[in-house]
């Protein structure tokens, strides 16, 4: 097995080696730069989808009805080819009779759809809490904003709900703060723009129709009297949305490992959120996304059966979470 070691080697190569590290800061620097128009092209980008978002926004809730045209998809056509006509003949003469016997339902828009989604993906439902459901069916839409130019770099998310009888904001935010340049402390370290830090947003409940607390009654005994009184007390209840009142990270960087791993989690559900089920929603709600992320997650368990376990909790050096 060959050994190298770098302290072994003659001062006038240490000297030629810190040159070379030098230029590797420089390298940093420009990448930092790279990172930096990517976001600006991001950002651009962002406005010409949105208009298609809009309209996603629209079907999904049924404000717009599709028409025929924007119905059409490729699989519907293979399918009506490979039936025979004798066979699409007695189905439509089945489906007449069906329809005189039961009115035909037309629900409005397509009811649940982001819950769908947050039930189906594992990284999403192990946040649900039964009594989030009820509350999630009034979601109506989630987007993504990017940070201005001139602005710390940052990405929102923003979760739209219809009017309920929950809260009372329209709106629910999560910003994620991130961070594209050189540590000087440890510049080699640089792998791309990361999320340093998160903040979440007050939701304004309704009485009584906060989720993210329980009340508990507890009987206590004087301890002069002997009497016993029963009190009631709020303590703190699972619940997706207790997303919006995250971890904070330490300006010095001095966290608990559990405080840290729920910080690095909260990150990684917010780039999950952006990079996948914001963009690619319908497919998150068919389950095809679902089928991808799979196959993509046995990829690289081939990889990591060859290059030993990954324990979060042992190898996640910071709270930061790289975006590339």
């Not at 060959?2 to 080696?17: C, D, I, N, Q």
């Not at 600006?40 to 079907?59: G, H, M, N, S, V």
């Not at 009297?225 to 007390?233: C, L």
């Amino acid at each position: 097995m060959f050994v190298f070691s770098y302290s072994m080697l003659p001062k006038a190569v240490k000297r030629r080696v810190h040159a070379l590290k030098r230029l590797q800061v420089q390298c940093a620097n420009i990448e930092a730069k790279f990172y930096e128009e990517v976001h600006e092209l991001e950002r651009k980008y962002a406005a010409l989808y949105q208009p298609l978002f809009d309209k996603r926004r629209e079907i999904v809730t049924g404000t717009v009805e599709p028409t025929d045209e924007e119905c059409e998809w490729q699989s519907d056509k293979e399918e009506e080819e490979e039936l025979a006509a004798e066979v699409k003949e007695k189905a439509a003469i089945e489906d007449a009779k069906k329809e005189e016997a039961t009115p035909e339902e037309d629900p409005k828009g397509i009811p649940e759809f982001w819950l769908t989604i947050f039930k189906s993906v594992d990284m999403l439902s192990d946040m649900l809490q039964e009594h989030d459901e009820p509350i999630l069916k009034h979601l109506k839409d989630i987007q993504v904003k990017f940070s201005e130019p001139g602005q710390p770099m940052s990405f929102t998310l923003e979760f739209h709900f219809e009017p309920n009888g929950y809260f009372n904001n329209a709106v629910l935010t999560k910003v994620y703060k991130m961070k594209s340049e050189p540590d000087a402390s440890d510049p080699f370290s640089f792998e791309g723009p990361e999320i340093i830090d998160c903040e979440g947003c007050q939701i304004d409940w309704h009485k009584g129709k906060d989720v993210t607390v329980k009340t508990i009654k507890k009987k206590q005994k004087h301890k002069g009297r002997g009497t016993v009184r029963t009190v009631t007390k709020q303590v703190p209840n699972d619940s997706f949305f207790n997303f919006f009142n995250p971890v904070k990270a330490s300006p010095d960087g001095e966290m608990d490992e559990d405080s840290e791993f729920t910080l690095a989690t909260d990150f990684e559900i917010g780039h999950f959120f952006r990079e996948r089920i914001v963009p690619r929603a319908v497919l998150y709600f068919t389950g095809e996304a679902l089928e991808d992320d799979e196959s993509e997650q046995d990829e690289e368990g081939d990889e990591d059966d060859d290059e030993g376990d990954f324990d979060p909790k042992v190898s996640l050096q910071s709270t930061s979470f790289p975006l590339f």
